[in-house]
């Protein structure tokens, strides 16, 4: 296949890119590099020592890897640019990790909350309009969210992008449906991904796109066993306040002996996948891609959920850190359950990395490894939700009333 991956430079990426070009494709990344612009304006970088851009593809071609070609344009604002290069490259698979991702840098302030809005929704409409204005049978599949769904459950498990309803006509009779499971976005970030769910839905409908959409849960993990080859293609590792997920960021802590920062309670319960996981969810969803006419096609990409304070636990057991809770930055419900389907992507083949493999490799391998890098004082998660948490005042749920 000819593959473009938009955010090819990124974390989900890069390995994702190696990964496919492994297996024989055709691959293009195409990236404007904005997320090493935000690593100077946070003054925050990678754990690991990541490379320029050109050294990676250079050092990937050195070790006998298959070429991978780049192009560098911004994807949410270069549409005659992106245009030209889908008629050029004429590819059969588009992946798009082009977007803003994290939720706490999101929410820094309005220009950050204008900047996510414009560049998450901007680059995927701009995809979308590309393909169809090119006239290519192109199988998009892009990197949604876990979060698109909220944490909540309902009493159900969560259901892969669609819940069947039924409602009452005005004749009496019963109609019954599959809508978008409803959307409850608890960030900026968040609420982006909701907004392109519609685009695809849309787009799926009037012009016959064919469209994956992957609901991801967290990444956790920092290597593939193609990153592992060589240093200079060593994939990044987000530790900060904006950008350090939650599991890494307790790895890292507990190998730079900081203490674990919880936040709240910890009751909060989250979906996760590591990322060698990622890649091969990739590749099974490039290699059955959904009839012309179909919906969007939704798969949930995780493979275990956990509560942070159970996380935290474990990681603390392994290796002897110590536990603290914090005050919690964000407007999030103190506890949740989360019960998720994800029968589709373990129907099409996924064996999942479980976090007992995996956890003590990553504090050796990586975060002690490069503990030497790391930052103390970009920890913190210093990004507020809301105008009272900046003030100080611990945050508040609303619960809206129907009146
Ligand atoms: P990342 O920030 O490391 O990578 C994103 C890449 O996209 C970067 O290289 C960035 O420079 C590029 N980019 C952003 N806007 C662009 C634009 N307008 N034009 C061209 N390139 C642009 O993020 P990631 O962790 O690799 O996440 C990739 C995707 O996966 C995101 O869409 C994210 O929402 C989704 N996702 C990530 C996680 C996670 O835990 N990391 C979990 C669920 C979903
Ligand atoms: N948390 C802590 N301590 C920390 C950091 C986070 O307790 O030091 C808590 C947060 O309050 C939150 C949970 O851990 O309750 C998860 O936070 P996170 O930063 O790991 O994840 P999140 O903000 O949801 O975003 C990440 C990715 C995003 C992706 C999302 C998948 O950055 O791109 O979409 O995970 S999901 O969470 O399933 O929506």
Redesign the pocket.
Known sequence: MRILILGGDGFCGWPTSLHLADLGHDVVIVDNLSRRSIEHELEAYSLTPIEPLGARLRAHQELGGRPIGFERLDVARDYERLLSLIEGERPDAIVHFAEQ????YSMKSSRHKRYTVDNNLNATHNVLAAIVESGIDVHLAHLG???VYGYGTAGMRIPEGYLPVEVVAEDGSRVRQEILYPSNPG?I??MT?TQDQLFFAYYAKNDGLRITDLH???VWGTNTPQTLRDERLINRFDYDGDYG??LN?FLMQAAVGYPL???GT?G?T??FIHIRDTVRCIQLALERPPEPGNRVRILNQMTETHR?RDLAGIVARLTGARVEFVP?P?S?AAENDLHVSNDLLLGLGLEPTTLEEGLLAEVADVARRYAHRADLDKIP?TSTWTRRQEAGAPSKIVELTTA
Do not use: D, F, L, W
């Not at 991702?101 to 706490?104: E, F, G, L, N, Y």
């Open positions: 991702r994290a939720a706490p969210t876990m979060g960030s970030y968040h991904k991801q849960g967290i997920t939650v960021r920062t919880v936040h910890g909060q989250r979906a942070v919690n964000r999030e998660c």
